[in-house]
């Protein structure tokens, strides 16, 4: 359903004397929970050292936030989540930057454009997607993906598009039998970019790239930097673009992807390329002290416990030495003559006989017990815990940096975030 909506005037009440920052960057690491950034450190550590070094997210913690929904599940689903995390209201599981009556709330976003500063969007997911579709759309469901991409043109700020650079996947729902919206940014004065290997050709705003047909593949599949890449990109547009700043959303969205499948290879690549990302914005932060970065997570995917099946470890040296995501490493034994062989192909430690005997007759059975057996030999060799394949209702970090971090410390409501930031915004 389509939804319309104007920007009202808002009233917010002064948080502290903290002056505003010029610009905010709003980094969402989708299902990265606190056991994410722990796993992280483990992974990142050398063993040759006796002493655990801390990583880029244990440097910039300031608090922790709540994640439940505005229902009875307390657990959220990523469209709630980033309601939240957009418009300081929360809503219903599903809901793209509406209240839970349907009616669309105006997101931090669309403020900064009414306040005149430049606006961006970046993501590993398709950019239409729940957390980016929250900031820029208004829709009763995060499937309508046609409707949330029209959005991105159709929805206006005081007669501007809302959003002057987008940087994602998505290409097969911007570009449709039924309308091409490529062409329409095109003729609204966006240069538009389809190969990420030409990122760089971005040269001005406003600008648009579609990188996949949907989402970018999996880090540990392919490009493992796409992120970093793409948030220098965009800080390097978005500085000193307008003596008013900007507001960029970046989200690492496939850290989620990687816990609903129990892969956690898979999601360590993925907390590698979000780390980067993050140490890039560090860096713009330090060097622009007028800038104003906040980090969190939408929620936390997949129960990750580092220890498993009663063992007191967790085996950070075996996770290095998985080379690709469950998904790549199933379709390569379906259609594998020896199984040994191909699975030394993507891992690096081998197969025991009984492990062999398990996956032939996953194997005969189907391709989904296949994966189902291939995870549980990685989990079980890395004592990695899951406990669902979906979300979990636990607290999720805040990391700050710049001006304005402090006043994210301590443990706040996840719309709470989203209160500070829009307060700084409309200051």
């Known amino acids: 359903m389509k939804l319309k909506h104007s920007i009202a005037a808002t009233i917010f009440i002064p948080l502290s004397a903290t002056a505003a920052p010029k610009n905010i960057i709003y980094m969402i690491g989708d299902g990265m929970g606190p056991a994410y950034t722990t796993a992280y450190r483990y992974y990142l550590d050398d063993p040759k050292t006796k002493v655990v070094d801390p990583t880029v997210f244990d440097a910039l913690l300031k608090g922790m936030a709540h994640t439940y929904p505005d229902d ?10 980033a309601t939240a995390l957009a418009t300081g209201t929360k809503s219903y599981n599903g809901a793209i930057a509406v209240d839970s009556h349907k009616k669309p709330l105006t997101t931090m976003l669309e403020l900064a454009k009414a306040h005149g500063k430049t606006t961006a969007l970046v993501a590993t997911s398709q950019i239409n997607h729940a957390t980016p579709a929250s ?9 309508n993906y046609d409707e949330i991409a029209n959005d991105y043109i159709d929805n206006k700020i005081n007669g501007k598009l809302a959003v002057d650079l987008l940087l994602g ?15 329409e940014f095109k003729s609204a004065g966006y240069q538009y970019i389809q190969e990420f290997e030409k990122l760089d050709s971005l040269n001005g705003l406003p ?5 996949a047909d949907i989402a970018f593949p999996y880090a540990i599949d392919s490009n493992s930097e796409r992120l970093g890449k793409m948030t220098e990109k965009s800080l390097k547009l978005l500085d000193k ?10 989200e690492g969205s496939q850290i989620d992807w990687c816990g609903h499948s129990n892969d956690i290879a898979c999601a360590m690549h993925e907390m590698v390329d979000f780390a980067n990302a993050i140490k890039v914005a560090k860096q713009y932060v330090d060097a622009n002290p007028d ?5 969190t997570a939408d929620h936390s995917t997949g129960g990750l416990t580092l220890g498993a099946n009663g063992e007191y470890k967790w085996l950070a040296d075996k996770v290095k030495q998985v080379h690709a995501s469950t998904d790549t490493i199933t ?9 040994s062989t191909s699975w030394s192909n993507f891992v690096d430690f081998p197969l025991s006989e009984e492990q062999i005997n398990t996956l032939e007759s996953a194997k005969k059975s189907s391709e989904q017990a296949l994966n189902k057996a291939i995870k549980r030999i990685l989990n079980d060799t890395t004592y990695s815990g899951w406990t669902t394949s ?23 409501n996840n719309t709470a975030i989203a209160d500070k930031l829009i307060h700084f915004i409309t200051q």
């Open 135 to 143: 900031f820029a759309a208004h829709n009763e469901s995060r499937r």
């Open 331 to 339: 379709k390569a034994l379906v259609s594998a003559k020896d199984l």
């Open 390 to 412: 979906g979300h979990t209702a636990v607290d999720v970090q805040i990391f700050a940096h710049g001006n304005g971090a402090n006043e994210f410390i301590g443990s706040h």
């Open 72 to 81: 009875d599940t307390v657990v959220t689903d990523s469209a709630a989540g």
């Open 207 to 211: 600008a648009i790239g579609l990188f």
């Open 169 to 183: 996947g998505g290409t097969r729902y911007f570009i449709r039998e039924d309308r091409n919206l490529v062409t």
């Open 241 to 250: 673009q307008n003596e008013n700043g900007f507001f960029v959303m970046i």
């Open 291 to 295: 800038t104003l970065l906040v980090i």
